[in-house]
């Protein structure tokens, strides 16, 4: 794996994630672009026997945190590629924390938490095609990938930190104690 560049995918391994068409774009990139999946689930067999003679995809199971967290911080950039309406995916934000840019899906929250062209790209759910071609856009401009990663953290620090959260917890109390 250090050899060749790589994506990531972490999370569980079911239909609602998007995988098929993770797989079904991974199939257009060139084979020195790595895929690495890490995570487990009910379609884990089915997806490792899709993806057989793919030599550019790699199961690695389960990881530690810490394990996941090396992983995320080499890579390029990480894929939300869901079909299910996601409120809040934490793989979004753990891949802030590692300065690591996201392509996700344009559907359920995801577009609110990444900012296209700030902090990663968003393609359109279920589409292969659109995936890849965001894969390859990304994948070849190294420093709009940095850009991205940099800035991906420094949004994680500023918008999602406990004390911007307890705030607005707190305001949302008054609101609803004023107005009830």
Known sequence: MEESS???FFGRLSKEKGLYTLLSAMKKMPVDLRLIIAGDGPLRNKLECLSEGMDNVCFVGSKSW????????GAEFSIV???????FPNTIMESYACECPVIGSRIGGIPEMIRE?????????????DLAEKISYLHTNIKSRTAMGIQARKILAEDYSVKKHYHALIGLYERISTNG
């Open 81 to 87: 590629p869901s079909i299910w309406y996601e409120n």
């Open 117 to 129: 062209g700030e902090t990663g790209l968003l393609f359109t759910a279920g589409d292969s095609s």
């Open 6 to 8: 790589y994506i990531i």
């Open 66 to 73: 810490q394990e996941l967290s090396a992983l995320i911080m």
